[in-house]
């Protein structure tokens, strides 16, 4: 079978896509989606429920998040990417 994403023959896929893809997609969304919106904070717990990326289809993680430092409450889609830190 063929990846929808990258093309490439694999033997199985992972939400849809090849690990490969899937693992690139994963660290991409947690790029755009690790900081609290009201503070900024990186501090923060969720709730681990499993979800999966569909391909063509918006992915958004509805799992839980609370901010430790402000105490904001919301889903992780919520969390924004923050600000870049420039060393």
Request: charged share 25%; aromatic share 6%; glycine share 10%.
């Amino acid at each position: 079978m063929k990846c929808p994403r990258c093309q490439k023959d694999v033997t199985e896929l992972v939400g849809g896509v090849c690990e490969g893809c899937h693992d690139e997609v994963m660290y991409e969304y947690e790029q755009l989606h690790r900081c609290c919106p009201m503070c900024g904070s990186d501090n923060y717990s969720t709730t681990m429920m499993g979800f999966v990326y569909v391909p063509g289809t918006p992915l958004i993680n509805k799992n839980h998040a609370k901010c430790m430092k402000c105490g904001w409450k919301g889903i992780v889609h919520d969390l924004t990417r923050g600000k870049e830190i420039s060393i």
